[in-house]
């Protein structure tokens, strides 16, 4: 079995893909530029509610954050 990525390199891999810094994800989820820090750090767990205000306020679903598939925006 292949490990899995977590959660904080998934989000890190997202914003890094489409070229958004800390604070554009901030501004589009409404989530403070310190706990999205400590998620890709991996010092920080997100509860249900604040994963999915992520994935809304970047136009994805929970799906496409988990996988680690990196799509070139368009």
Not at 7 to 24: N, P
Not at 62 to 69: A, H, K, N, P, Q
């Amino acid at each position: 079995m292949s490990e899995q990525p977590n959660l904080g390199d998934c989000l890190r891999g997202l914003r890094k893909t489409h070229g958004w810094t800390l604070q554009e994800v901030s501004t589009l989820t409404g989530v403070a530029v310190s706990t999205l820090s400590k998620v890709e750090n991996d010092q920080m767990s997100l509860s249900y509610d604040k994963l999915l205000q992520i994935c809304e306020g970047l136009g994805i679903h929970v799906t496409e954050l988990l996988s680690g598939d990196r799509k070139q925006p368009s």
